[in-house]
Nanobody, 123 residues
Framework: QVQLAASGGGSVQAGSSLRLSCAAS????????LGWVRQPPGKEHEFVAA????????YFADSVKGRFTISRDNAKNTVYLQMNSLKPEDTAVYYC????????????????WGQGTQVTVSS
């Protein structure tokens, strides 16, 4: 089982940037797709971005496309989420997790994901 720990969140003003990091440990496969999922206050989890570990193919939710960038460092078993032009609606707890594509939507394991990192964007 792969264990993922997210870090790098904080409180910023709209238009600012943050860089989140996710360190992976435990059983890991190059076939994995790792992604970021967030949970806004009072809402359900939603897909943010994902990256294939071997090929580096990237995927983004429409809400963050053009503002967020996902990348990975295979040697460090770390995935990053660079968030630019942050908006108040980006406020959420961000989790790093394995992601699965089912042809029309993204899904993810129920857990354990580890502790997420809080991102708060004020206007």
């Amino acid at each position: 089982q792969v264990q993922l720990a997210a870090s790098g969140g904080g409180s910023v003003q709209a238009g600012s940037s943050l860089r989140l990091s996710c360190a992976a440990s435990g059983h890991f496969s190059d076939s994995f797709v790792l992604g970021w999922v967030r949970q806004p206050p009072g809402k359900e989890h939603e897909f943010v971005a994902a990256i294939s570990w071997s090929g580096g193919d990237t995927y983004f939710a429409d809400s963050v496309k053009g503002r967020f960038t996902i990348s990975r460092d295979n040697a460090k078993n770390t995935v990053y989420l660079q968030m630019n032009s942050l908006k108040p609606e980006d406020t959420a707890v961000y989790y790093c997790t394995q992601a699965f594509w089912y042809g029309s939507n993204w899904d993810w394991p129920s857990g354990p994901w580890g502790q997420g990192t809080q991102v708060t964007v004020s206007s």
